[in-house]
C-alpha cells in the first residue's frame, strides 16, 4: 500500500460514509424513573472530526412521528445532547436533531421515539422469553414438524369428506327434482 502524502491544500482524514443527512426515527421504551441521553453530535464528530457545528432541536410532545409540521422549537440545556434525568412520563414524545455544517448546511437530522411507561406497567417475560430463544434449532424444527402435519390431517380429513359430501347433496337435489318433475306427470300435486 502506497504512503499518503498530505500537502498544503489537501488533507487525509477518515471518515464514515453516510447514504444520507436523514438518519431515521429511532425508537426506545423506558420506565419512569430512568436516564435516557440522546446524543446528537458524537456520531458525526466521531466520523468528521471538531469542526464548527450549529446544532437544533425540536420537540413533539406526547407523539412519536417524523412529520416535521409537528414539532415546536425546543431549548436544550446541552446542543450536543439531551440528558433526561429522571425521565418522566411527561418527555415521552419525539426529539428531533439537526446539525448543520458552519456554512449552515445540513449534515445529520435524526429523530427519537421515546415512549415513557410508569414503573408499575412494564413487566417483561423474561424467562419465558428467554426460554423460547434459547430453544435449539432442533427443538424449533420439532414444533414446525408438528404443526405441519396437524396441517396435513386437516387436510386429508377436508379432502376426504367434502367431496363426497357435495355429491351426495348434488345426487340428492337431481333425485328430489326427478321426483317431482315425475310426479307433476302423473298429475299429483307437488307442494
Given at each position: 500500500m502506497a504512503k499518503l502524502k498530505v500537502s498544503k491544500v489537501c488533507r487525509v482524514r477518515k471518515v464514515k460514509c453516510l447514504e444520507s443527512w436523514q438518519c431515521g426515527l429511532r425508537t426506545m421504551t423506558v420506565t419512569s424513573g430512568e436516564k435516557v441521553e440522546l446524543d446528537c453530535l458524537g456520531e458525526v464528530m466521531e466520523a468528521m472530526g471538531y469542526f464548527s457545528w450549529r446544532v437544533l432541536w425540536r420537540y413533539a410532545h406526547g407523539i412519536i412521528t417524523s412529520d416535521d409540521t409537528l414539532f415546536a422549537h425546543w431549548k436544550a440545556p446541552q446542543l450536543d445532547k439531551v440528558i433526561?434525568?429522571?425521565?418522566?412520563e411527561e418527555?415521552?414524545?419525539?426529539?428531533?436533531c439537526m446539525v448543520q455544517d458552519a456554512k449552515y448546511r445540513r449534515v445529520k437530522r435524526v429523530y427519537w421515539g421515546i415512549r415513557v411507561l410508569p414503573t408499575e406497567v412494564l413487566n417483561l417475560?423474561?424467562?419465558?422469553t428467554l426460554t423460547k430463544w434459547e430453544s435449539t434449532p432442533n427443538e424449533q424444527n420439532q414444533?414446525?414438524?408438528?404443526?405441519?402435519?396437524?396441517?396435513?390431517?386437516?387436510m386429508i380429513l377436508y379432502m376426504v369428506l367434502i367431496p363426497p359430501s357435495l355429491a351426495g347433496a348434488v345426487a340428492g337435489l337431481i333425485l328430489g327434482l326427478c321426483w317431482a318433475v315425475r310426479r307433476r306427470q302423473q298429475g299429483g300435486v307437488v307442494v
Open positions: 433526561l434525568d429522571p425521565v418522566r418527555d415521552a414524545g419525539t426529539y428531533r417475560d423474561y424467562e419465558g414444533q414446525n414438524q408438528t404443526v405441519s402435519y396437524r396441517q396435513d390431517q386437516w
